[in-house]
């Protein structure tokens, strides 16, 4: 065994832990091995990146194509119009026929594809028979995975390996070679699901009978448990405020959904909309909110004098004027990103630029050079401040002055926290006066500490007391909003989920499209709210429901994720139209060019017709294919890239080059020799069902194109060593490759159903194992009687 061989096999084993692990996402993962491979010199750094002119990946990239001009001229909905008339009312025929339908397709284009696509069919499905989603989808992601099995362009294992085969010397498989194996297991598969599956599917109960949709809501999402109403009193400072003004959701981390006026209900109301004493406002999210913020008690605002404005600036305090530098790196930020106050030990009081002046209410204000900035702090740091490259000059002022100059009186506040407060014991951060009311504490002054006891600019890691005085900047309206949220009063019960809905108001459910590169971002950082004006109500993720309680735009979105917004249909109808996000309610989603859907069947036909005849190499086919999809206005040429999965293709590049390591460090023998050779010895069944067993438990944690190329060279070079058909053993590899049913993490597609149908992971481990034991023994008793060893 050279040193080679050792390397490759710690690559190797380093590679499976950051894929099982997700420390690092997969397409980083292909890069570190290629880069560790070149740099060690197991393979040339001349062919290390020849991966990447593979024609398994320009392949890829080209059916990626061809199946988003399938896509976007929704062939599907033809599709699934069929399957609605022929399926009728049972329950059997319609899991039967989805499945044959979601399996034909994904053996004509990617599997992801096909399944994003009938998605939204089969919610519509479910819905008009009253059967929960959670019966089909499940269904529906085997019958995709199955049928990508059954052609060579189905799903990237498939493409990788005939790639692999080819470079060999063995010939490469056709594009139906798959066929025999892969209908065999999906016609097993589907027989499997509608006499045994179904009945491990997960049906939860939910409360409530009013109906399918209404249900599905009430018992998912909880919305029955976190509806609720309360009444603006009369004489509230709330009274002609818009819902801007009145920080509804940044205070108290709720969303409005409706506002009850004169016995007229209001819904979605637009941020403008001007509240009104005795409306009453209907919530969405935790009750306990409301009732937390009265806990605070009433933070008596006692209007100070001048004093106050001295007190501020006694002993080390000061005052001073600072101005941003033509060069700064502060400017274009805001005052908030910045982070100021702790990152210079100081606070802005006040802004001017030219002759306006702002104060209190400018921490979203962009800064600009020549800005001036006034300055609370002390006065040996902000001493410090003028060798910062960020100001250009520093001068002082007194309180006399700077009160005249920036009407600085009028924003300060001196607030106490009375006795039994709940802000007894938080944290400056956890009261969130700063991000809910814009109200800044400059000094807690307290009683009974070091010194005098008070705390000059506190941090937002300094804990409140009760009996606390509180010396605060801020615009006086902002706490009235607070007293008079405090002053809400309690309504009766609020409305069904039935009446905050009409023809122009209503209910959606989302889930990020496969191609989306918002995973790991959260709404806030998309602008979603702003973008499309829609309530975000609730994520299902993994069998539980994060509701607005935890703060939703600020949550980071996972694949899979199924979001539930509310809000004027014809902006749901406009989130449609974002490649990001997939809307899963029928009549909301996207208008498909249908009337290029003829085009782009015809197109689909000739691809196979000219692969399947040899007139063209496949990748050539699937390259004129997506080209002619583009011609054709079956796609728009902006619309082409984003489709590309380019995480895939860097994956595959970087894959391809470790297949090549352990080809030619004899790695790839050794594996052969000593572990797959070994199970030969007790027949080929049993190496068979080693080789599938190898594949397919990989395939649960570790990205099935990267398991083929892994055991490929494996696969060959047990071929070679026991004189047996490289083709029989690759189409084990093949199968066992694609068979990713024990877990959500082993297969896109699984991930993808897994929010909108509700489902827990253990919800596939116990439908999907008695289907991979069956694809065992099909594997180990009907594929040599197609590809004899």
């Given at each position: 065994?050279n ?5 490759v ?14 420390w690092?996402r997969y397409d ?12 060690s010199g ?44 022929l ?15 979601a399996?034909?397709m ?8 096909a ?31 199955l ?5 060579l ?13 080819e ?8 594009l ?5 194996v892969?209908?065999?297991a ?35 999402y ?7 109403s ?14 801007i003004?009145?920080?509804l ?8 959904l ?21 409306d ?7 009750r306990?909110?409301?009732?937390g ?26 005052l ?20 100021f106050?702790n ?14 002046i ?6 979203e ?33 007194d ?18 926290i009375?006795?039994?407060?709940a ?41 409140l ?25 309690p ?27 918002i ?17 975000l109500l ?12 935890i ?5 980071r979105?996972q ?11 014809k ?24 009337r ?26 699937a ?14 040429w ?22 090549l ?40 944690f ?9 055991v490929a ?13 490289a ?7 093949a199968?066992?490759?694609s ?14 159903v897994?929010g ?21 023994l ?12």
């Amino acid at each position: 065994m050279n040193a080679d061989v050792f390397i490759v096999l710690a690559i190797i084993a380093v590679a499976v832990v950051l894929f099982v692990t997700e420390w690092v996402r997969y397409d980083g993962v292909a890069l570190i091995v290629l880069l560790a491979l070149a740099i060690s010199g197991v393979i040339p750094m001349s062919r290390a990146i020849e991966g990447f002119a593979n024609p398994a990946v320009v392949t890829i990239a080209a059916v990626l194509v061809l199946s988003g001009g399938l896509y976007r001229t929704g062939v599907a909905n033809l599709v699934g119009a069929q399957v609605m008339r022929l399926a009728g009312d049972s329950p059997v025929r319609v899991t039967g026929l989805m499945m044959l339908t979601a399996g034909l397709m994904s053996g004509l284009m990617n599997n992801i594809a096909a399944t994003a696509l009938l998605l939204p069919v089969v919610l519509d499905i479910a819905r008009r028979l009253g059967m929960r989603p959670s019966r089909l989808l499940i269904p529906l992601s085997f019958a995709a995975l199955l049928g990508g099995m059954t052609t060579l362009i189905g799903t990237g294992p498939n493409i990788l390996l005939s790639t692999v085969l080819e470079r060999s010397g063995e010939g490469s498989f056709g594009l139906f070679s798959f066929t025999p194996v892969g209908a065999a297991a999906l016609v097993l598969g589907v027989l499997y699901m509608i006499l045994a599956g179904r009945h491990l599917l997960p049906d939860r109960p939910t409360d409530g009978d009013e109906g399918a949709g209404d249900v599905d809501l009430r018992g998912r999402y909880d919305l029955g448990e976190t509806l609720f109403s309360l009444r603006i009193p009369r004489g509230s400072a709330l009274d002609g405020k818009s819902l801007i003004q009145a920080r509804l959701g940044r205070a108290l981390g709720i969303d409005l959904l409706a506002v009850r006026r004169h016995g007229q209900l209001l819904r979605a109301p637009e941020p403008e909309f001007l509240l009104a004493s005795g409306d009453i406002l209907i919530f969405e999210g935790r009750r306990d909110a409301v009732d937390g913020l009265r806990a605070w008690g009433h933070l008596a605002n006692h209007e100070e004098s001048e004093d106050t404005l001295w007190r501020l600036v006694e002993d080390a305090t000061a005052l001073a004027k600072i101005e941003i530098a033509p060069n700064s790196g502060l400017i274009g930020s805001t005052v908030r990103s910045l982070d100021f106050r702790n990152r210079f030990q100081a606070h802005i009081v006040a802004l001017r630029r030219g002759d306006e002046i702002r104060s209190a209410s400018f921490q979203e204000t962009r800064l600009e050079a020549g800005d001036t900035l006034l300055l609370l702090g002390r006065e040996d740091r902000l001493q410090q401040l003028r060798y910062e490259d960020e100001f250009s000059s520093l001068g002082w002022t007194d309180i006399g002055t700077a009160t005249r100059e920036y009407d600085l009186q009028r924003w300060l506040m001196r607030l106490r926290i009375p006795e039994g407060s709940a802000l007894h014991g938080q944290t400056l951060a956890e009261s969130r006066l700063s991000h809910a009311f814009d109200l800044t504490v400059l000094e807690i002054q307290r009683e009974g500490g070091s010194g005098n006891g008070n705390i000059f600019l506190p941090r937002a890691s300094d804990v409140l007391r009760s009996g606390d005085g509180l010396i605060v900047e801020g615009n006086p309206e902002a706490y009235a909003v607070l007293d008079a949220l405090q002053a809400l009063e309690p309504h009766d019960a609020p409305p069904s989920l039935r009446e905050l809905e009409s023809e122009r108001v209503g209910f959606g459910e989302v889930t990020l499209a496969p191609s989306s590169n918002i995973v790991g971002k959260t709404l806030g950082e998309i602008f979603f709210r702003e973008s499309y004006g829609l309530t975000l109500l609730a994520i299902w993720r993994g069998g539980q429901t994060i509701h607005s309680n935890i703060r939703l735009g600020e949550t980071r979105l996972q694949f899979g994720d199924a979001l539930l917004v509310y809000g004027v249909r014809k902006k749901i109808q406009l989130l449609a139209r974002d490649p990001r996000f997939l809307v899963l309610t029928a009549e909301l989603r996207e208008v498909f060019r249908a009337r290029r859907a003829p085009v782009a069947s015809a197109i689909m036909v000739g691809v196979i017709l000219a692969a399947s005849l040899n007139l063209l190499p496949v990748y050539i086919a699937a390259l004129l294919g997506a080209l002619l999809m583009v011609f054709s206005g079956c796609l728009k040429w902006n619309e082409v890239y984003p489709l590309i999965e380019w995480r895939v293709v860097v994956l595959l590049g970087g894959m391809l080059a470790l297949g090549l390591a352990m080809e030619e460090s004899g790695t790839a023998e050794l594996l052969a020799r000593e572990v797959v050779g070994r199970a030969a010895e007790a027949g080929p069944r049993v190496l068979i069902a080693t080789l599938f067993l190898l594949c397919a438990l990989a395939a649960q944690f570790v990205p099935t194109s990267a398991v083929a190329v892994l055991v490929a060279p494996i696969a060959l070079s047990t071929a070679t060593e026991l004189d047996i058909s490289a083709r029989a053993l690759f189409m084990v590899v093949a199968v066992g490759s694609s068979c990713a049913f024990l877990s959500p993490f082993g297969h896109p597609v699984n991930l993808l159903v897994m929010g909108v149908g509700g489902y827990k992971v253990t919800d596939y481990t116990r439908v999907g194992a008695p289907l991979f034991l069956l694809l065992l023994l099909l594997v180990v008793f009907f594929l040599p009687v197609v590809w004899p060893i």
